[in-house]
């Protein structure tokens, strides 16, 4: 693909998950990243394995629609493929997301790739998710690698209209990044300085910005030990839960 693109951290995961669906600016940074950490593919790995549980939980539940925010690239196990046959809206406010994602799912059915901006559900078009979802139905909204990018004051904002636009008996999906990337301060400056300073979190932060959402009985764990044995103890990279409403 070409490499007109700045780098963007959805197709950066794409390329460390072994997709092809990124640009080389963002193998230049999958690369750079790696260089600084080499866990980091793994982590991610992990983290995609998070979204199909807990997509797959959400089905279990009676679920059979997602609209999915800050979406990436819908390939590698994200949640149309975790549940085949949901009727899935991921949303992304990358344009070269958008275009890749309508690409990817153009023969499947049930599912589109739309503009939405997740500190701001007023900008999903209505009109657009109505032909992909019924929004007067129980949905799941997956939020995940999104939280990061976010202050506390947007996140319970976020978090409270994501509230405010599920039916009643819906789900949200999350996560929020742990307190692992504290001992890579090389990251966290490159971050910064490039305009992307991340926010980590430990769990009585984040319950804090839940609002109303009632968490599951597995409350908000490591994503690699949410309904899965953990491949060993250490800091926490991402958090991940599931609440109803």
């Known amino acids: 693909m070409g490499a007109t693109q700045a780098p963007n951290t959805g197709r950066i995961l794409d390329y460390w998950l072994g997709g092809d669906h990124h640009f080389s600016a963002d193998a230049e940074a999958a690369t750079a990243f790696s260089a600084l950490f080499d866990g980091f593919p793994e982590v991610f790995a992990t983290l995609r394995r998070f979204i199909g549980r807990a997509a797959r939980a959400a ?39 958008i275009e890749l994602g309508k690409a990817i799912l153009r023969n ?12 701001d559900l007023g900008s999903l078009d209505r009109r657009v998710a109505a032909m992909t979802l019924d929004l007067s139905e129980r949905l799941a909204i997956v939020m995940v690698g999104v939280s ?9 904002k976020t ?8 039916p009643e008996g819906s789900v949200l999906v999350a996560d929020f990044d742990g307190e692992a990337l504290e001992s890579h301060p090389e990251v966290l400056r490159i971050l910064d300085e490039g305009g992307e300073p991340l926010h980590l979190r430990r769990p009585e932060r984040i319950r804090a910005l839940l609002g109303p959402w009632a968490l599951s009985d597995d409350g908000i764990r490591p994503v690699d030990a949410w309904r899965a044995t ?15 409403k």
């Open 108 to 119: 499947t059915p049930d599912t589109d790739y739309t503009y939405c901006d997740a500190a």
């Open 59 to 97: 089905a279990e539940e009676g679920v059979a629609q997602f609209l999915v925010l800050g979406s990436g690239i819908p390939a590698q196990g994200n949640v149309h493929e975790a549940v085949p046959g949901a009727r899935v809206l991921y949303t992304d406010i990358d344009p070269a997301n």
């Open 159 to 166: 978090l409270a209209d994501c509230y405010d636009l599920a």
């Open 148 to 156: 990061v990018f976010l202050d506390d004051d947007t996140v319970r």
């Open 230 to 244: 953990p491949a060993g103890a250490g800091p926490t990279f991402m958090y991940g839960c599931m609440a109803r």
